[in-house]
Structure formats: C-alpha cells, structure tokens
C-alpha cells in the first residue's frame, strides 16, 4: 500500500516487489514438483536444498517487513494528517492552487482525506496529504 505524505507520494516499493513475484503457495508448489519430478538416480543435493529453502525464508521475511512498512507508514500519514486540523494550508488541485483551513480528516481505505474550507465559504472535500503544498 502506497501512503500519502505531505508534500509527495511516499512508496515502499518492497510491498510491490513481493507482491509481484512468487508466493508462499507458489514456492512450495514449486519445492514439491521439484521434489516429485528429480532424478532418482541423480537427486538434488541437500544443500541445494537448504539454500533454496534459506532463500525462501529470506523472501518470506522481507515480504512481513515490507507489511510492517507500510503499517507505520500509515499511522505516520495519520499523525501528520491530524497535525493539520485547524491549521492553514495552500493545497495544489487542477485548477490551481487554493487556500483554506483544514477542519476534518476522513479515511477511506486506509488512507486520510482532508476536508479543506476555503475562505470564501467554498469546501474542498477529499483532499489528499500529497495535494499539500505550504503549511501556513
């Protein structure tokens, strides 16, 4: 899960790698075809074997860190989302830049939306942390 910061897109990019390759179910399918189709006469080195089950432990245990990652990545865009309750910011949308005071956060998918209002009366809801350009 990518996470919005202020200012940026922040992406751990590990999640997307892991999540790309080869699954737990799909490395173990693949062990045990190995396993079933080696050649009795020539079998696969045990330390082959190790190695490759090593590897796997390795995949498996960069693949929780990269959830864990994102996990703190998104209780840090939360921290920074309530910070700019009450406070003025100047946030970047397609028509330009606008002006206003952040005065509630929503989350949707795990992600926190601001609602800015402007100070012609105006509302902008759903503004991303990313959108933020100047923290006033």
Known sequence: MAVDAIGGAVGTGLGELTRAGVSQEDFIR???TQLNFQDPLEPV???EFLAQLAQFTSVEQLRTLG??????????AS???LGLLGRTVEV???AGSVIGQVSTISY???RPLLTI???GGNVLPDVSPSQILIVR
């Open 79 to 81: 921290g920074q989302a």
């Open 67 to 76: 959830e864990n990652i994102d996990a703190l990545l998104g209780v840090q």
């Open 108 to 110: 949707r998918s795990g």
């Open 92 to 94: 970047s949308t397609a």
């Open 30 to 32: 693949l062990f045990l």
């Open 117 to 119: 209002n402007q100070v």
């Open 45 to 47: 080195d045990n330390r």
